[in-house]
């Protein structure tokens, strides 16, 4: 994986390179939302498949476990749902 410090950034890497060499004249856009987190309707609302990134917080808030997470106030928290994305 060379400089690369997982798969998932690895994987990006050869997607985008793929792109870029095979898109020809085409303008093209690449659009990574930065959190994504559980469906919004489609195909079940609230279908989420893994505790990783938002899933574990936002399962932490849902039990009652999470209270607060530490943030500051200027930031901006994007949360997009799969379904959005996907569609």
């Not at 997982?6 to 870029?20: D, F, H, P, V």
């Not at 939302?33 to 609302?45: E, L, M, Q, V």
């Not at 498949?49 to 530490?70: E, K, N, P, Q, Y």
């Amino acid at each position: 994986m060379g400089d690369y410090p997982n798969t998932y950034t690895y994987t990006k890497a050869l997607a985008e390179r793929s792109i870029q060499k095979n898109r020809g004249n085409l303008p093209v856009t690449i659009l990574r939302p930065s959190i994504i987190i559980a469906n919004f309707d489609d195909p079940i609302k609230g279908w989420i498949d893994t505790l990783a990134a938002s899933g574990g917080i936002i399962l932490g808030i849902s039990l009652g476990v999470m209270h607060f997470v530490r943030s500051s106030p200027k930031a901006i928290i994007d949360f997009i749902p799969c379904d959005f994305v996907s569609n």
